[in-house]
């Protein structure tokens, strides 16, 4: 069964400085991987997803983040971080046999954004 | 504005009680799902439907139940089986359901016992 693990469960940083959330996946093929952002109260926001091809992937606000099968992670990035960019980012995944209702979900980590 | 509606945004429950959260979309997708968000704990699946008039188990369904008669509805009744209800629950929808679609999520519902 595919699994997603997020081992930083809070991270602060500062405005300004770099960022980085991991993201490690299990799952026996190719998966499909997703990066998503919930501000408190709200619901999810995508930012992000990797299918295949380019292993470095863009996506809204700044942010990208960079397929690596040999560590199996898929970790997000983003260079200067704003204050707004404070929240909770979730890594998903789902098998390359599967369909969008087998999302499973990591357990998230909370980013605040110092000024 | 097409998007997903919640309601109602905050919802207290009695012990003993069904308490029904609604979900209504207008963006015309096919699928729809419910997640369950528990702090520290992610989210995890309750039930999805791919198309009108039928739905299936997610990976916690025990305690809960659902329908779908209308394509831009999916309401989900919290029955009084559901011994720790209080969490906060989140309604999706994606087009056709189908592998790698982006979810469209709803504000949530936040339910607690009295």
């Known amino acids: 069964a595919q699994s997603v693990t997020q081992p930083d469960i809070h991270i602060t940083v500062s405005e300004g400085a770099s960022l980085e959330l991991r993201c490690n996946y299990s799952?026996?093929?190719?998966?499909?991987l997703f990066w998503y952002v919930q501000s408190p109260g709200q619901g999810l926001q995508l930012l992000l997803k990797?299918?295949?091809?380019?292993?470095l992937v863009q996506g809204i606000k700044g942010f990208e983040a960079e397929f690596k099968r040999s560590q199996s992670s898929f970790n997000l990035r983003k260079p200067s971080v704003h204050w707004s960019d404070a929240a909770e980012y979730f890594c998903a995944v789902v098998g390359n046999t599967g369909t969008a209702s087998k999302l499973t979900f990591g357990t998230g980590t909370r980013l605040q954004v110092t000024l | 504005d097409g998007g997903i509606t919640q309601s109602p945004k905050y919802l207290f429950r009695k012990e003993g009680q069904n308490v029904t959260l609604s979900c209504e979309q207008n963006?015309?997708?096919?699928?729809m799902y419910w997640y369950r968000q528990d702090p520290g704990q992610g989210l995890r699946l309750i039930y999805y439907?791919?198309?009108?008039?039928?739905?299936q188990k997610g990976d916690i369904a025990e305690g809960y139940s659902v329908s779908r008669e209308k394509k831009e509805s999916f309401p989900l009744t919290v029955t009084s089986a559901q011994k720790n209800p209080t969490a906060f629950y989140l309604c999706a929808s994606s087009p056709r359901g189908q592998l790698g679609e982006k979810l469209f999520f709803g504000s949530g519902t936040q339910l607690s016992v009295l």
């Open positions: 439907s791919q198309i009108v008039n039928d739905f």
């Open positions: 799952y026996g093929a190719t998966p499909y």
């Open positions: 990797y299918f295949s091809g380019d292993t």
């Open positions: 963006l015309n997708h096919d699928a």
